[in-house]
Every structure is written in structure tokens, then in C-alpha cells.
């Protein structure tokens, strides 16, 4: 699609807009779109700059949200359009503390242990019923128990959403709305509250005292709850991205497995770096640091450290 294509580019330059974006929606690779753009410099010219043109262009694949690093263009260029889940909407932010009160709050079936799946279409009261998200047309899904960390699904994607790194804008909107879910609001009342932090604390625990302990994480910030955001700059060397080589297990730091990872990074946020004792191997400088890591590994295994209420 040239330049020079006379008389057959003259209808498209009197398309409108929409007709425009509707076009390119059918067109599946970014690439293409981006042809289509330099194919002319009054194209080029009019949309390449125009935010709104690359979120209409968006909305045509149902996609109405987007990381706030990232532009509707950078969106759309990098191919991550076509790969988000687009039933993760802003609506279901609607009715959080009806979805609250139905996710932690006991019943004479349920208590915090046992496991359910919240139903997170608005005004919809379906818990851990078989079927329901078919049978209804209904997509997402909260899941939660001891082993299950909060875990949005996309019943119509058929997976997981929020956990690919490359979908920017899934990712955020995902535990900004687990963030929500799992945090008291202004129409929270104190028991739901109270519920709330019991249900939460006991995942954690669940979780922190499982085996394959590896991640530092500072000390202070593990033993403070509800923690706020991680961020380990205490534990990293001034002038690099190292960590301090004279820190102290128990002292400085402490140990958290890959799920308890995974966790922080859902419900609290990382600002800063997290490393494993595996990214130190190669670095002599912390032959004293990991030899401490490496006693309370074996110690553990014969004795496990259990976190309590």
C-alpha cells in the first residue's frame, strides 16, 4: 500500500475516521497497522500522535484499559492489544463490598479455609458454583483458599489473567483490583474488616511457611502487618544494585519462598529489586552471606520455622 497508488488511495482519504479505525481492527498484527500509517504522510501525520486514535482502535477489540506507563500507542504497537484479556473491565469495580461480604465473610458452609470462587460480574451473588461462569456468560472469577493466592480467571480466555509480565496493563489492572477486593474500603464495616485481615493473614501464613525458602526480603518489612510496599533499598549497597555483603539472616533479612513471592508482588507491590540466594552464586564477595542462608536451609529442613498468629 504505496504512496503512489493514484486515483485508488483518493477513496480512503475521504473515509472518516471511524470507518478508518474500523478497518484496521480487522488487521491482525501490529506491524501491518503501522504500513498502513507510513503508507502516506497524511495518515502518518493525522494519527500516529492522536492517543485518542490508538484507544478507539483498542475499544474495537474490546480492550478498554491500559498500564499508566504505557501509551494506547505503545498498547497497540507492541502487539499487547491482542493479547489482553478483554473481559477485565473497570465495571467490576461496581459492587466491591457485595463481593467482600460474599468472599469473607463465613457461612455455615464456608469459613476461611475452604476453598470458593467469587463471581465478580456486578450485582451477581454466584460462590463456588459449578458451571455458573457458562451457564451465565459470566468471565472472571475470584479464586481463594490456602493455595490459591488471590487468583483472578478469565472463564472465557479459559486462564489465569495478571500474570504474564509482557501484558503490562492486564497485570496492573489485575492487582489493582485484588488490591481493592482484599482491602477495607469506606463502606466496609468492622467486622467485614475484621474478616477481611483474618481471611488474608491466614493464606499468608499458609503460604510463608511452606519450603524453598530463597527470596531476601528486609527484615522490618516481614515483621510489620499488614506490610506496606517492598522495596529492600535498605538491604542494597549505595553505589550498585548489590546487596550489601555483611547482612545477617534474622538479623537484616529474612527468607521467603517463590510463592510468598508471588504474593507481595499481588497484594503489596514491589518497588525495588527482590533476589534469591541463587543470584548471589557467582559473586565471591558473599560467601559469608549465603553460608548463613545455607545453615538456616539445613536447619529447616529438620525443623521447619511455622509463623503463628
Known amino acids: 500500500m504505496s504512496a503512489d497508488c493514484g486515483m485508488g488511495m483518493v477513496p480512503l482519504f475521504r473515509l472518516s475516521n471511524e470507518l478508518i479505525i474500523r478497518m484496521l481492527s480487522f488487521l491482525d498484527h501490529s506491524n501491518t497497522i503501522l504500513e498502513f500509517l507510513v503508507s502516506h504522510s497524511s495518515f502518518y501525520n493525522q494519527f500516529y500522535d492522536d492517543d485518542d486514535f490508538w484507544r478507539d482502535l483498542c475499544s474495537h477489540h474490546y480492550v478498554t484499559y491500559r498500564s499508566p506507563s504505557t501509551s494506547w500507542r505503545q498498547f497497540v504497537l507492541s502487539q499487547e492489544m491482542y493479547y489482553t484479556c478483554p473481559h477485565l473491565t473497570m465495571s467490576l469495580f461496581q459492587t466491591l463490598v457485595q ?145 550489601i555483603c555483611t547482612l545477617k539472616i534474622g538479623t537484616d533479612f529474612e527468607l521467603v519462598n517463590n510463592a510468598s513471592r508471588y504474593c507481595i508482588e499481588r497484594l503489596y507491590g514491589l518497588s525495588g529489586m527482590i533476589l534469591s540466594e541463587y543470584d548471589l552464586q557467582t559473586d565471591v564477595s558473599y560467601c559469608q552471606l549465603l553460608h548463613g542462608i545455607h545453615l538456616f536451609q539445613q536447619r529447616a529442613r529438620f525443623r521447619p520455622p511455622i509463623i503463628h498468629l
Not at 129 to 152: A, D, K, M, R
Not at 193 to 200: P, T
Open 99 to 243: 463481593k467482600q461480604e460474599l468472599a469473607f465473610l463465613p457461612s455455615a458452609s464456608l469459613d476461611h479455609t475452604s476453598y470458593r470462587c467469587i463471581c465478580l460480574y456486578p450485582h451477581c451473588h454466584s460462590i463456588d458454583e459449578e458451571n455458573h461462569f457458562h451457564l451465565c456468560s459470566h468471565s472472571v472469577g475470584l479464586q481463594i483458599s490456602l493455595f490459591h493466592i488471590f487468583t483472578l480467571q478469565c472463564y472465557s480466555c479459559g486462564r489465569s489473567i495478571g500474570d504474564d509480565g509482557r501484558l503490562l496493563g492486564e497485570k496492573w489492572l489485575t492487582q489493582t483490583l485484588i488490591r481493592a477486593i482484599t482491602s477495607p474500603m469506606g463502606k466496609t464495616s468492622f467486622d467485614l474488616a475484621k474478616e477481611l485481615f483474618q481471611c488474608r493473614r491466614l493464606i499468608e501464613i499458609s503460604l510463608f511457611n511452606r519450603p524453598g525458602w530463597s527470596y531476601i526480603v528486609e527484615k522490618s518489612w516481614y515483621d510489620e502487618w499488614p506490610p506496606g510496599q517492598l522495596n529492600n533499598k535498605i538491604l542494597q549497597k549505595e553505589d550498585t544494585k548489590g546487596l
